[in-house]
């Protein structure tokens, strides 16, 4: 049986890819050799740009987890979400929303952590010149 990793591999063979951020529901990698994110998530792998991922992000965060809980109509039950430029959907229950909502804040945090130490490091280099 092929890892999460080996696959997101099989898709995009000349990648590049470093896990960015992983729980037990999914995962984001990132492919510096497409400069791209690939969303592991429902047995599926989504491949994001950047700017694509980011506003995906913002969509599951946007979607209102109390109204649904408090909502009766069987409409209610799951949300429909299509990505931008990604031939994915999602059919996500209440707590899909809350998985997807930890895998995405956990990789957006690491994004940025790693943004800033990298950051740090080169104004330090900076300084030892």
């Known amino acids: 049986m092929l890892s999460k ?5 099989m898709i995009c063979p000349l990648a590049e890819v470093e896990e960015v ?14 400069n791209c994110y690939w969303l592991e998530f429902q047995d ?11 506003l995906f992000k913002k969509r599951i965060d946007a979607l209102d987890i109390a109204e649904m809980l408090s ?13 931008h430029r990604t031939e994915r959907c999602f059919i ?12 995405l804040a956990g990789a957006k945090f690491m994004i940025e952590l790693n943004s800033e130490v990298k950051s740090i490091l080169r104004r330090g280099a900076l300084l030892a010149v």
């Open 92 to 103: 996500l229950s209440v707590q899909d929303i809350l998985n997807l909502r930890e895998i």
């Open 44 to 54: 599926s792998t989504t491949a994001f740009k950047i700017s694509d991922f980011f």
């Open 71 to 83: 909502d009766t109509s069987r409409s209610a039950d799951f949300e429909l979400i299509m990505p």
């Open 21 to 34: 951020f992983k729980t037990a529901h999914g995962a984001v990698y990132q492919c510096s050799r497409k």
């Open 5 to 9: 990793f080996q696959k997101v591999e």
